[in-house]
């Protein structure tokens, strides 16, 4: 750990829109900072000041200002900017450092041709599509539905949506019937936009019947609008608007609703790998506020730059990329499949659009990695100068990887955070160095600690991972929960007072941080708590293995339990004793012994969410006896039949141990 793969360089303070912050600070608040360290503990101590400096720093649109920061500290139920009225899509549209004629949205995919719409154009548009949600009786409050992939009219819909005031939902096309129906029949949308199909790669999938089912799943529905994205020649579903219509001419003028600081803006939602997915409410002003933050002065986003992050609508990292022009930045979106027609598909993207910072998932890098990509030598990848990976951690492997293949110039950081807070609160900053294998700090403003087995906060070990002061970005509540009790009972159940993430992290001294897996899925062994991150990056680093699972059933004795690890092998691999030999080897000699599976068994494929993460908690429950049914919603995953495998495993396992029942 901690090879220094990237140094700030001297002048990095007169370049990077943090060192303007940090100037600004001076002039106006009288408050210097010797380093960033020390920047941090004053944003996390006293937050009154810092959220404030945020607000006047990114001269935020109000209609009626704040009576104060915020009411008290206790969480949850802190309250944020009392009194004051805004609208994020205005403050969004008003696209700081870009004149009309400017691109801000450069859109890519497999279905259709490039298009790109100007300042003046998204203006336009969302004008247009506010006054026709007004025309359907859409107003503040209700919700709007979009199931459409990564293309310029969900993001039109979003900012219109927004713009009046009601509360905006997506799902990506790709997500099954009953996943969308879990979702949105919980908040009750008037008004549904949906696609018609898309191409992935070059195979058409016609989602005409999901449409179908999904409005008629939905009672709550007043009106529905079809996108002809996959075929434009279509006609819309029967009794519903086509988009062109919703977005017809009309002579209303663009008009923002002042709504409360904390108003609901949209709603995200938790994986639902088990039981109904959490409808997770987000407010205008704390979104505003934490993306203005995090992509100006952490991922250094600005009027120069075009901002790319792979993503579909069903993760919160497309709403996070959507803030961009907040911060000036142009948006570049892509809908497809991103190992279309190879790997190299996405960084000769980059390289076409111009794009100067690229975000994406750790599995997408290591997917590279492993195929041997070299994506400096096949695109012109001169104007990057970020490289963004969240959604798993990313190994030392990875960093290097990138820094040898893609570019030695740029900053490589690594994030994490969440659906729950819509941004990551851990990540990197223009300011300090890259180490391999580390993400770079705590972002500002967000007190992450890590916490022992009795509570106390550690430095240099392995510990919950916990906020311990509130931000503006923790939900409003979840939809329908009018007491707050499933909200409690998600964050601050184990710790009062205090946020409880469900991650497992290390922070050294230097402030730098290591996640380590989800602390419901570690692997505990003889007293030792092993996160998986790190047993995967060991695993899916031999050329024969492609991906893996790894769970630790207990032993209710309190001995060391029974360590599985499921590969699945390249095409055509059989797995054998030689191969098993050489996983424990190498898994001994990288991490330790506690580390050597007690079992190896080969699968076709690891369950995955449609966000591509593991599904180590539902595939340890089907190993101990849950069915299949009860222990994942398979709406939720990306390969539903995959559990197949592992519910016939433990039914063999069952039949071994009782013969007699066999």
Not at 63 to 71: K, R, V, Y
Not at 251 to 257: G, I, M, S, V
Not at 333 to 357: C, S, V
Request: charged share 20%.
């Amino acid at each position: 750990m901690g090879d220094v793969l990237w140094t700030p360089p001297a002048d990095v303070r007169e370049r990077s829109r943090i060192g303007d912050y940090l100037r600004w600070l001076a002039e106006h608040r009288g408050l210097e900072f010797a380093d960033y360290d020390a920047l941090w503990q004053w944003s996390v101590t006293d937050l009154p000041a810092f959220w404030r400096s945020v607000w006047d720093y990114f001269d935020v649109v109000a209609h009626t200002p704040p009576t104060a920061t915020l009411t008290d500290r206790t969480m949850p139920g802190t309250r944020w900017f009392p009194g004051a009225t805004l609208n994020y899509a205005e403050n969004v549209l008003r696209m700081p450092g870009r004149g009309d004629a400017d691109p801000v949205v450069i859109a890519h995919g497999q279905t259709r041709a490039p298009e790109t719409l100007t300042a003046a154009q998204l203006r336009e548009q969302v004008r247009r599509v506010a006054a026709g949600l007004r025309r359907l009786g859409v107003g503040k409050g209700d919700r709007v539905a979009a199931y459409a992939p990564n293309i310029p009219e969900t993001y039109v819909l979003l900012l219109a949506t927004a713009s009046l005031g009601a509360i905006f939902s997506s799902c990506a096309p790709e997500f099954g019937t009953r996943s969308v129906t879990d979702r949105w029949q919980q908040i009750e949308p008037t008004v549904l936009v949906a696609v018609d199909g898309y191409r992935y790669g070059d195979k058409p999938v016609d989602r005409r019947a999901e449409v179908a089912a999904i409005r008629a799943a939905l009672p709550s529905l007043r009106h529905t609008v079809g996108i002809a994205y996959l075929d434009p020649a279509g006609a819309p579903p029967e009794g519903a608007l086509s988009w062109g219509e919703l977005a017809a001419e009309t002579d209303e003028p663009l008009a923002f609703t002042p709504v409360p600081f904390d108003h609901p803006l949209y709603v995200l939602y938790s994986s639902g790998t088990t039981g109904l997915p959490k409808p997770i409410v987000h407010g205008h002003g704390g979104i505003l506020l934490e993306h203005l933050k995090m992509l100006a002065l952490h991922h250094d986003l600005g009027p120069a730059d075009r901002f790319f992050w792979f993503t579909t609508t069903g993760w919160m990292m497309w709403n996070f990329l959507v803030s961009g022009p907040a911060v000036g930045a142009a948006i570049v979106l892509f809908d497809g499949n991103p190992g279309h027609p190879d790997l190299g598909a996405l960084w000769r993207l980059a390289a076409e659009t111009g794009t100067t910072y690229f975000g994406t998932s750790a599995p997408f890098l290591l997917a590279c990695r492993k195929a041997g990509l070299v994506p400096k030598e096949s695109a012109d990848l001169s104007a990057l100068r970020g490289v963004g990976s969240t959604g798993a951690p990313l190994p030392v492997e990875g960093f290097t990887w990138v820094y040898e293949n893609v570019g030695d110039r740029l900053q490589l950081q690594s994030l994490s955070g969440g659906t729950d807070v819509c941004t990551g609160f851990v990540g990197g900053v223009p300011l300090l160095p890259v180490h391999a294998g580390e993400i770079t700090c705590r972002a500002l403003g967000a007190k992450v600690e890590a916490r022992s087995a009795d509570g106390t906060p550690v430095i240099g070990q392995l510990g919950e991972l916990v906020i311990t002061e509130p931000m503006p970005s923790m939900p409003v509540g979840f939809w329908n929960d009018t007491d707050g009790s499933r909200y409690r009972e998600a964050y601050f159940e184990v710790y009062p007072g205090v946020w409880r993430h469900g991650d497992w992290i290390t922070i050294n001294e230097r402030g730098g941080c290591v996640i380590t897996g989800r602390s419901d899925a570690t692997l505990n062994r003889g007293g030792v708590r092993l996160g998986t991150a790190e047993f995967y990056s060991v695993v899916e680093g031999l050329d024969e293995v492609v991906d893996s699972v790894v769970v630790h059933l207990e032993d209710d004795e309190g001995g060391a339990g029974e360590l599985l690890l499921f590969v699945v092998l390249a095409e055509g691999l059989e797995l054998d004793d030689e191969l098993r030999r050489r996983i424990c080897r190498e898994l001994r000699t990288a991490l330790s012994p506690r580390h050597v599976p007690d079992e190896i068994h080969q699968v076709r494929a690891v369950p995955r969410t449609l966000s591509a993460k593991k599904l180590e908690v539902p595939v340890k429950k089907i190993l101990t006896g849950t069915p299949v049914d009860n222990a994942a919603a398979k709406g939720a995953l990306a390969n539903p039949e995959s559990l197949t495998a592992f519910a016939a495993f433990a039914q063999r396992r069952a039949d071994a141990e009782n013969p007699t029942r066999a």
